[in-house]
């Protein structure tokens, strides 16, 4: 709209729970890059009325910035008022507390997501609200395999006015004998950081600022406690062959891999409800040569062979349609 926009940041670093130094340098840099004015280790004292804009934030060290508008990103607050009425357990500074199976001190009333308080934790994401609304109907469904709620993964990732930024676990590398390898691509203005225990063996955390494409590979390296390649900075190094993948194949990820997180859709799931359209996921491959001999000539050349030389060929568009357009396309 034209307008002049200032970020005012208390920490030293912009998303400081997110990110560590190194990757809060570049988000500062490409977040000025876009002409936002980016203020750190700013606690403003109060608001005045301004001298030449309606406002002037009057900050602790002395210094000022003067504007017309305001806005206030404090977090989330939880909406903890029914159960205060009702006499349930409230913390501190607000939100409900429950214990590992979501109920509250009352055994008949659950709590879950940002208005629920676990371990002294309020949890403001989504994905965490759905792990404990899985806990609470499985002890209200009742049964033998009752869940837990023991926490939730805090990984995130966003896309900060055109950056992409993303967290993964212990990004800020706290854990007892931990090691980190990063890689600072000044020009490219990527900047990856990957976090692993003391043997080298599992992927603790990581942070991506500028290029968050390996978010979902290393995610389910750190989600998965899947074993690190002998050389783990090959996960957030460029690849340097035509046909190099740093990628984590599908094949890898144990059946509890979750791949969509919307539905809490595992691999597992996956596999058993689709049967045999996709069997080659674990049968072999169907023109190795061991099979060559169960195969005639039309499924040799995955075509209808004619003895003229010509053939016509079935494509296979898995899920889809064709229109004209596509068959072209694949035809050419």
Same mark, same amino acid.
């Given at each position: ?56 934030? $009057? ?13 206030? &990103? ?122 692993? &225990?003391? /043997? ?29 390649? $002998? ?11 035509? /046909? ?89």
């Amino acid at each position: 709209l034209g307008l002049e926009a200032h970020v005012v940041e208390f920490a030293p670093r912009l998303m400081a729970v997110q990110v560590d130094e190194g990757g809060g340098k570049l988000l500062k840099d490409k977040i000025a890059d876009l002409g936002v004015g980016v203020h750190l280790n700013k606690a403003t004292s109060r608001i005045v009325a301004g001298e030449s804009c309606t406002h002037r934030m $009057e900050f602790a060290d002395g210094e000022s910035l003067e504007t017309d508008l305001v806005i206030f &990103s404090a977090g989330i607050r939880p909406q903890d008022e029914l159960a205060r009425s009702s006499g349930l357990t409230i913390g501190e500074r607000g939100g409900i507390v429950i214990n590992n199976e979501c109920q509250t001190n009352d055994p008949d009333i659950y709590a879950i997501g940002e208005c629920a308080l676990w371990c002294g934790r309020i949890f403001g994401l989504v994905a965490p609200g759905y792990a404990m609304a899985k806990v609470a109907a499985s002890h209200v469904a009742g049964g033998e395999q009752c869940l837990t709620f023991d926490g939730a993964d805090m990984s995130t990732k966003l896309k900060l006015m055109g950056v992409d930024v993303a967290s993964i676990g212990d990004a800020q590398g706290v854990t007892p004998g931990a090691q980190s390898y990063t890689y600072y691509n000044q020009p490219a203005e990527v900047y990856k950081k990957i976090v692993v &225990s003391a /043997d080298n063996k599992l992927l603790l955390g990581a942070v991506l600022v500028g290029d968050a494409e390996d978010y979902g590979t290393l995610l389910q390296y750190m989600l998965n406690q899947i074993t690190l390649p $002998e050389f783990p900075e090959a996960l957030i190094l460029p690849s340097r062959n035509d /046909d190099g993948q740093t990628g984590l194949g599908v094949a890898a990820l144990p059946e509890t891999a979750q791949i969509c997180s919307c539905h809490d859709v595992s691999k597992g799931d996956v596999r058993a409800a689709i049967g045999t359209i996709l069997a080659s996921g674990w049968n072999d491959y169907v023109l190795d040569n061991q099979h060559i001999g169960l195969q005639d000539t039309n499924d040799i050349y995955l075509g209808n062979m004619q003895k003229d030389g010509t053939y016509s060929v079935v494509p296979r568009i898995a899920g889809g349609e064709i229109t004209p357009d596509k068959l072209i396309a694949k035809a050419s």
